[in-house]
C-alpha cells in the first residue's frame, strides 16, 4: 500500500477555514486519495475521495496537485463538530483501506 | 441516510470465552469489512468479505476469528478464545465499489467496544 505523510496535528479556529495536507510521492496512476476522519468514540466517516481533479461535496473540498504526490483537504469553515483524526488514505479502486496515524484536528472557539 | 448498525455498544467477556459482534451493514452493499482500534492505536483491517466468503484477511485474523453473513442482513465476527489483547473497538463497514469509483467510500458502523477481564 502506497504511503501518505501528514502532520501529526494542527489547530484551528472556530469559523475559519483550515487546510490539512497530504504528501504522497510514490501513488500510482491507479490509487485514489481518500479521506475519512473519525469523531472521538466514533467510527471513521467518509470525507471526500478523488483521483485526479479537485473535487467538492458538502462537507469539504479536496484539492490535488497536478503531479498528484500532494493533496489537502479544505474544511471551508471549521466548526467544533470538526475536531476528529482527519486520514489521508491511497487506495486502489476495490481495495480495502489502510489507515495511518492522522491528522488530529483541534478546533478553537 | 442509511447506516451501519453494530450491536452491542459493549461488551465485556471472560479471557477464553467466546463472543460475538453483530452488524447490519447498508442492504444493497455488496462488500462487508471488520476493524478493529486498540485504544490509542491505529484503526486496522482485519477481514473482508464478499459473496459469501473472505476475500482477503489480514495477520491478525487468525483461526480463532471467523464470519459469517447468516442471513440477507447481519454480518457477524466471531472470536473462539478471546485473549486480553482482543479487547479493543471493534468496527463493522460495508461498501458498494459495484456502483463505480465515485460512490467507492466505506460505511463504518459506530463499533463495538470489547473488554476482555
Known amino acids: 500500500d502506497a504511503k501518505t505523510t501528514q502532520p501529526n496535528s494542527m489547530e484551528s479556529n472556530e469559523e475559519e477555514p483550515v487546510h490539512l495536507p497530504c504528501n504522497h510521492s510514490?501513488?500510482?496512476?491507479?490509487?485514489?486519495i481518500h479521506w475519512y476522519r473519525q469523531l472521538p468514540s466514533q467510527g471513521p466517516e467518509y470525507v471526500i475521495h478523488?483521483?485526479?481533479s479537485n473535487v467538492n461535496n458538502r462537507m469539504a473540498s479536496l484539492a490535488i496537485a497536478e503531479d498528484r504526490k500532494s493533496s489537502t483537504l479544505i474544511l471551508h469553515r471549521a466548526t467544533l463538530r470538526d475536531a476528529a483524526v482527519y486520514y489521508c488514505?491511497?487506495?486502489?479502486?476495490?481495495?480495502?483501506?489502510?489507515f495511518g496515524a492522522g491528522t488530529i484536528l483541534r478546533v478553537k472557539s | 441516510e442509511p447506516e451501519v448498525t453494530q450491536t452491542p455498544s459493549h461488551q465485556v467477556t471472560q479471557m477464553g470465552q467466546e463472543v460475538i459482534l453483530r452488524c447490519v451493514p447498508i442492504?444493497?452493499?455488496?462488500?462487508f469489512y471488520w476493524y478493529r482500534q486498540i485504544l490509542g492505536q491505529k484503526v486496522e483491517f482485519l477481514v473482508s468479505?464478499?459473496?459469501?466468503?473472505?476475500?482477503?484477511k489480514s495477520e491478525i485474523f487468525d483461526d480463532q476469528f471467523s464470519v459469517e453473513r447468516p442471513d440477507g442482513s447481519n454480518f457477524t465476527l466471531k472470536i473462539r478464545s478471546t485473549k486480553l489483547e482482543d479487547s479493543a473497538m471493534y468496527f463493522c463497514a460495508s461498501s458498494d465499489p459495484g456502483q463505480g469509483a465515485q460512490s467507492d467510500g466505506y460505511t463504518f458502523g459506530s463499533g463495538t467496544r470489547l473488554t476482555v477481564v
Open positions: 478523488g483521483l485526479t
Open positions: 510514490t501513488i500510482s496512476g491507479t490509487d485514489y
Open positions: 442492504s444493497n452493499h455488496l462488500y
Open positions: 468479505f464478499y459473496n459469501n466468503e473472505i476475500s482477503e
Open positions: 488514505i491511497l487506495r486502489d479502486y476495490g481495495n480495502k483501506l489502510v
